[in-house]
């Protein structure tokens, strides 16, 4: 792993959108044999139950959980599309990645720092993430939201051992971090309505359609913007 900004792989971002469409169209595969439908229809039912705000606070404390135990949550930030939709789903996403974020932080920074940085020594590609977070601060922090090269949760947990402030830490991760949960968000709706347009419930629409590839190409925009800035600010130093 580079510990310079200037290496920063632009094809992680892309294979993480890439993904995202390929499981839309592999959803839709298996809406023709599975009953995928009847699942996304029974957890929406729950949610209405509950009401929106607890649900969102549901899957946020879910995202939040799984992260701190090393579970990717890809899967919750999808299911929070497909149940609450984009807008509440990304809401959902963001508490849950921001808290287990600060969490994590906390945690290496204040109660088991010693241990998991003897761990660390011992492990060169987390000293080698240790150190490029303390040289870069919230830039890196920035960088690896947006080209996620490495686990969220391991970002987390070594950034408390690195030598960057908690406040511009949250900052960065809390603002880089947003398009990605749009894009997963925006995914998991999208997969939930084409496992019903599959089924013969409501048809997807275009707009539909052109609202995820929207998505999926800002994001790709966005991070290839901020990688410029580094990169040019990293130049100037």
């Not at 204040?110 to 998991?116: D, V």
Request: hydrophobic share 55%.
């Amino acid at each position: 792993m580079s510990t310079s900004p200037l290496r920063l792989r632009r094809r992680a971002l892309r294979r993480q959108v890439l993904l995202l469409l390929a499981a839309v169209v592999a959803v839709a595969g298996l809406a023709k044999v599975a009953p995928v439908y009847a699942v996304v229809e029974a957890l929406r039912g729950l949610a209405e139950g509950v009401g929106p705000a607890r649900a969102t606070l549901v899957l946020a404390a879910g995202y939040a959980a799984a992260e701190l135990v090393l579970i990717p949550g890809s899967l919750i930030a999808l299911l929070a599309g497909a149940i609450l939709g984009p807008a509440l789903g990304s809401v959902a996403v963001w508490v849950g990645a921001c808290t287990s974020a600060s969490v994590a932080f906390g945690v290496t920074r204040h109660l088991t720092g010693p241990q998991i940085a003897a761990l660390a020594e011992r492990a060169p590609r987390i000293g080698r993430l240790r150190r490029a977070l303390s040289n870069h601060g919230w830039r890196w922090v920035a960088a690896l939201r947006l080209f996620p090269v490495v686990p969220f949760a391991v970002q987390n947990y070594v950034a408390g051992l690195s030598g960057v402030g908690f406040g511009p830490y949250l900052a960065a991760s809390a603002i880089a971090m947003i398009p990605g949960v749009i894009l997963y968000s925006w995914a998991g709706h999208t997969g939930a309505e084409v496992a019903l347009a599959a089924a013969g419930e409501d048809p997807l629409t275009p707009q539909e359609w052109g609202g995820l590839l929207i998505v999926a190409a800002l994001t790709v925009w966005v991070g290839r913007l901020v990688r410029r800035r580094l990169v040019r600010r990293q130049r100037a130093v």
